[in-house]
Every structure is written in C-alpha cells, then in structure tokens.
C-alpha cells in the first residue's frame, strides 16, 4: 500500500479501499490465537515504513477508545471544516464500535492555534449531544501530523 492510499484511510475513506477484513473485526469469527477475547479493533493501519500500526478504533469492557482523528489532509479547510470533517468521521467509527456520540464520556483536542478555540467550539457544539456532552480538555500542539491541519479529536463513549 502507498502512503496515498494510507491517506485515504485516515480521512475515512478506508471503506472503499481493498482491505482484508481481520478476525478482530469479527470477534465471533475470531480463533483462539487472536487478540484477547473481549478486544475488537476497528480500521487498523497497515505495515508501511513510518506509519504507526494502531487501530482507529478498540472496544472492550464496554468502553469504546477511538484514536486521534484528523481532517483529510487533502480536503483541508478552516478550523470549523476540520472539525466537521472529523466529528463525521467519529460518527462513523463510534458507530463500527457499536455506539454513538450521544454516550461519549471524554474528549481531548488539541489545537494548533488557541486563536482558533471559539470557531473549533461552534463546529463541536453544533455536533456534540447537548444533553450528553462528554469531560473535554483541549490542548495547544503546535503542529500535528501534516502541515495545515489546525484540530485533532480523540474519544471514549460507553456502549
């Protein structure tokens, strides 16, 4: 796999891509030799050099963690396109992962700029439950991943 078609899975696109599906993905199908029962995995990275194996996605004990999620680096807009670029895509693994925004427990964000705080803020109200809004931190990072990106999300939500 290129480092594109890798870029393709971080934006969530990785539906569309010719992944093979992983036992983990379907614990019931799982063998004794995979992961710890208990333990399902959503969207792994692949084994490309440089590129961190993680899965964007775990759910176990009831608790679903999904990874720091970013805009896709190709589509980068202002802060609030970010976020509603990434908030979609949250909305589409806590769904993998058998639950929604509504029970998310934490959230952490980091910011490239702290000048961006309120924008960020009207994209993550327009998303969040308001009658479920998780613990949140936000952070200043100065710089993340891929010049131009300005906000990164990472969640728990119950199940």
Same mark, same amino acid.
């Given at each position: 796999m290129?480092?594109r078609?890798? #870029?393709?899975?971080?934006? %969530?696109?990785?539906?569309?891509?010719?992944?093979p599906?992983?036992?983990?993905?379907?614990p019931k @199908?799982?063998s004794? @030799?995979?992961?710890?029962?208990g #333990?399902?995995?959503? @969207?792994?990275t692949? !084994?490309?050099?440089?590129?961190?194996?993680? *899965?964007?996605?775990?759910?176990?004990?009831g608790i679903?963690?999904?990874s720091?999620?970013t805009?896709?680096?190709e589509?980068?807009?202002?802060?609030? $396109?970010?976020t509603?670029?990434?908030?979609a895509?949250? $909305? !589409? =693994?806590?769904a993998?992962?058998g639950? $929604?925004?509504?029970k998310?427990?934490? !959230? &952490?964000v980091?910011l490239t700029d702290?000048?961006?705080?309120? $924008?960020?803020?009207?994209?993550?109200?327009e998303?969040v439950?308001?009658?479920?809004n998780?613990?949140?931190a936000? =952070?200043? *990072?100065? &710089?993340?991943?891929?010049? %131009?990106?300005?906000? @990164?999300?990472m969640?728990?939500?119950?199940?």
């Amino acid at each position: 796999m290129e480092r594109r078609e890798f #870029i393709a899975v971080v934006s %969530g696109a990785a539906a569309t891509l010719p992944f093979p599906a992983l036992a983990a993905d379907h614990p019931k @199908e799982s063998s004794q @030799e995979g992961p710890p029962a208990g #333990i399902e995995r959503y @969207e792994p990275t692949p !084994a490309i050099p440089g590129v961190p194996l993680i *899965s964007f996605a775990v759910a176990h004990g009831g608790i679903a963690y999904i990874s720091g999620i970013t805009a896709n680096p190709e589509k980068l807009g202002d802060v609030k $396109d970010q976020t509603r670029q990434i908030t979609a895509r949250i $909305d !589409a =693994l806590l769904a993998k992962a058998g639950t $929604d925004k509504s029970k998310l427990l934490t !959230a &952490q964000v980091w910011l490239t700029d702290m000048r961006h705080f309120a $924008d960020h803020n009207d994209a993550w109200n327009e998303w969040v439950d308001p009658k479920n809004n998780p613990a949140r931190a936000c =952070l200043l *990072s100065p &710089q993340l991943w891929r010049p %131009g990106m300005l906000v @990164e999300i990472m969640v728990t939500a119950a199940k």
